[in-house]
T-cell receptor, first 110, second 115 residues
Framework: RKEVEQDPGPFNVPEGATVAFNCTYS??????FFWYRQDCRKEPKLLMS???SGNEDGRFTAQLNRASQYISLLIRDSKLSDSATYLC???????????FGTGTQLKVEL | GAGVSQSPSNKVTEKGKDVELRCDPI?????LYWYRQSLGQGLEFLIY????????KSGLPSDRFSAERTGGSVSTLTIQRTQQEDSAVYLC?????????????FGEGSWLTVV
């Protein structure tokens, strides 16, 4: 079983829709989590950190559920520019090792 | 420089040749990471440096792969006797330190094709 697992998608949604991604992790020692965004043939870029209390940044909300070992990302009022691959990341080893999921592809359409 | 700089950006090499990939992290960043991403796949951890030492090199796929970092700055990833399965984009990242919550910043990657 992979340490961080995501549904690869693609998720095809109309502009303005709300879309949610989940990510599960198997290593209970994972200490923190992030969502990264990766555009086609580009490097990953940090989208947001994930806290148990929830973290909201504009149209984006991230949540961590330690009991069930999953992380979620909610995108409201999706834009065409949100089309990308979203990578879930778990951190272990005192912050030394970041384990990436394979990513969930989102396509926002007119 | 302002960001993580990697070179070459693209490299085509013949099977069996050695290649060297370079990463110049953000100035002042002590932690440096190498990842590999094959086409359509997720990021695969290769090695992590804190300063010049590599506390975790568990991700290096074989003894053909090695990496070093000098002066706490530039790092080189060397692949000897390249194989076709080594074709991937090699991403370098750095962060100000290795502590939890520190953002890591990626370079644009070195795209390696082994023919």
């Amino acid at each position: 079983r992979k340490e961080v697992e995501q549904d690869p998608g693609p998720f095809n949604v109309p502009e303005g829709a709300t879309v949610a991604f989940n990510c599960t992790y198997s290593n209970s020692a994972s200490q923190s989590f992030f969502w990264y965004r990766q555009d086609c043939r580009k490097e990953p870029k940090l989208l947001m950190s994930v806290y148990s209390s929830g973290n909201e940044d504009g149209r984006f909300t991230a949540q961590l559920n330690r009991a069930s070992q999953y992380i979620s990302l909610l995108i409201r009022d999706s834009k065409l520019s949100d089309s990308a691959t979203y990578l879930c990341v778990g951190v272990t080893g005192g912050g030394n090792k970041l384990t990436f999921g394979t990513g969930t592809q989102l396509k926002v359409e007119l | 420089g302002a960001g993580v700089s990697q070179s070459p950006s693209n490299k085509v090499t013949e099977k069996g040749k050695d290649v060297e990939l370079r990463c110049d992290p953000i100035s002042g960043h002590t932690a440096l990471y190498w990842y590999r991403q094959s086409l359509g796949q997720g990021l695969e951890f290769l090695i992590y440096f804190q300063g010049n030492s590599a506390p975790d090199k568990s991700g290096l796929p074989s003894d053909r792969f090695s990496a070093e970092r000098t002066g706490g700055s530039v790092s080189t990833l060397t692949i000897q006797r390249t194989q076709q399965e080594d074709s991937a984009v090699y991403l370098c990242a750095s962060s100000i330190s290795s502590g939890l919550g520190n953002t890591i910043y990626f370079g644009e990657g070195s795209w390696l094709t082994v023919v």
